[in-house]
């Protein structure tokens, strides 16, 4: 079997084209990624966002036919929109559903921030005010400060993979500053990975993207080491400190 190591229930977004290929080219020999898509409107709406909760589950219910080991579900504004409490209950029910345990973007993003001792950080979004609104307190419940947020303010989901790394990297120049401890790059269809060694590297801090959260924190889960000497402080984390997961899904306890 080609997951040998370590199986990855991905769910996204139908409209998503970027987060897959991502962590497609980031899963060592032996880990393999199973996908299922979220139905959901193009427009990131107030609606549009909540209904992915209902979505959510039943992609789930497709890819666990796959027997992950970890499922991620992989949209930022659609696990922060309703809160801190209810991103934590919605882990714990896609947890019960799949059998194995479940993160959230939104929940990754948090940890990633906490445990790198994050407490004001600098983000970019290209949410619409809202939506940014909603992350600012997600954020901010979770003991971390926005400080300055830039935005490309954008409501078509699709159109957010339209933004080129390139626009990412000077929308973090603009927007970040000296008294935040870190930047984020939020949105999981929004190329930032591949730019986040450069940022760190020209800002002199860490620089946290959706997707790399979300990943770091799969591989962390899974006990996989993933091998990377690129894409950030975050990732080069996992290097040597875990061990490989069995060839066995774990089931929740």
């Known amino acids: 079997m080609h997951g040998w190591r370590a199986r ?12 897959e290929r991502e962590l497609w080219s980031l899963v060592p020999d032996g880990v393999t990624v199973s996908t299922g898509r979220i139905v959901c409107e193009r427009e990131g709406t107030a609606d549009t966002l909540r209904d992915m909760e209902f979505e959510g589950k039943a992609a789930c219910e497709r890819v666990v036919t796959a027997e992950p080991h970890v499922v991620l579900f ?4 659609a696990s922060f929109y309703q809160g801190a409490a209810w991103n934590a209950e919605y882990q714990k029910e896609l947890t019960a559903l799949a059998g194995v345990p479940a993160i959230t973007t939104s929940g990754a993003m ?18 619409v005010e809202t939506t940014n609104e909603r992350l600012r307190r997600y954020l901010e419940s979770e003991g971390i400060e926005v400080n300055n947020l830039g935005t490309f303010d954008m409501l078509d989901m699709f159109d957010h993979a339209r933004i080129q790394p390139t626009d990412v990297y000077q929308k973090v120049r603009e927007t970040a500053t000296d008294e935040a401890d870190a ?13 986040v060694d450069l940022l760190e590297k020209d800002l002199g801090k860490p620089v946290f993207s959706a997707n790399q959260a979300s990943f770091w924190k799969v591989f962390d889960m899974l006990g996989i080491d993933p091998g ?4 950030g ?9 875990k061990k490989d997961v069995l060839a066995e899904p774990r089931k929740s306890a």
């Open 8 to 19: 990855i229930g991905l769910l996204v977004p139908a409209v998503n084209n970027t987060m």
């Open 233 to 241: 402080d975050l990732m080069r984390s996992l290097s040597g400190s």
């Open 74 to 77: 992989g949209c930022t504004s």
């Open 110 to 127: 948090a940890e990633a921030l906490q445990r790198n001792n994050v407490r004001k950080v600098d983000v970019v979004t290209p949410y």
């Open 183 to 195: 930047v984020f790059v939020a949105c999981t269809q929004v190329r930032a990975l591949e730019m």
């Open 228 to 231: 990377l000497d690129a894409h």
